[in-house]
């Protein structure tokens, strides 16, 4: 298994601004992905992203909005752009492990006002 | 559409019973299928994986089935403690590490 950490664990940011979030591994992982979770709906995958290379979005998600670095197999980081309150949700990372099995951060909260 | 159905209910069970979750799934094909918990507050935490060639998995007091001719997962927790109360997820794979996740549903054990 691998262990995660997020940060920020929360935020409250104003409209139109913009929050980067990190995600950390305790061990080199070649797939990342970042998930979105609003208030009752489920967990929805943003993007995939894999070192060394552009991340691959899902549909209805661009990389203007939710920009995605992955410098090295340890780290990522998801920017959530010019923000809304619709984009108030909790945002997830997680890694592939063995098999088709995903490990995930305990998410970051976010509230835009 | 694609949609996958738990039951947005909370299940109320007291301790020492079975507790039965279900997933329900419409216009999927899933090559395998996987149970999360995810506690308040917590990112989901990986339970078990059962593949479409495969109708039963058992881990400890954990079972799963999957139907694909059904289009349905049973979820089994036996002899259930109030530290199973959580909310449970069950996702959808695809394709390899492509997971589509249904709402959950969330489990609450009384002592």
């Known amino acids: 298994s691998a262990v995660i950490s997020q940060k920020p664990s929360r935020d409250i940011c104003q409209r139109g601004t913009s929050l980067t979030i990190q995600c950390q591994v305790d061990?080199?992982?070649?797939?990342m992905f970042w998930y979105r979770q609003q208030p009752g709906q489920s967990l929805t995958l943003i993007a995939t992203a894999n070192q060394g290379s552009e991340a691959t979005y899902e549909s209805g998600f661009v990389i203007d909005k939710f920009p995605i670095s992955r410098p090295n197999l340890t780290f990522s980081t998801l920017t959530v752009s010019n923000m809304s309150p619709e984009d108030s949700s909790i945002y997830l990372c997680?890694?592939?492990?063995?098999?088709?099995?995903?490990?995930f951060g305990p998410g970051t909260r976010l509230l835009v006002l | 559409s694609q949609k996958i159905e738990q039951n947005s209910e909370a299940l109320n069970i007291q301790e020492g019973k079975t507790a039965t979750l279900t997933c329900n799934y419409t216009?999927?094909?899933?090559?395998?299928l996987q149970w999360y918990r995810q506690d308040p507050g917590r990112g989901p935490v990986f339970l078990l994986l059962i593949r479409e060639n495969e109708k039963e998995k058992r881990k400890e007091r954990l079972k799963v089935t999957f139907d694909t001719t059904l289009k349905q997962s049973l979820f089994h927790i036996t002899a259930s403690q109030p530290a199973d109360s959580a909310t449970y997820l069950c996702a959808l794979g695809e394709s390899f590490q492509k997971l589509v996740f249904g709402t959950g549903t969330r489990l609450l054990v009384s002592p």
């Open positions: 216009n999927y094909s899933p090559a395998y």
């Open positions: 061990s080199q992982v070649t797939m």
């Open positions: 997680s890694v592939a492990g063995d098999r088709e099995t995903q490990y």
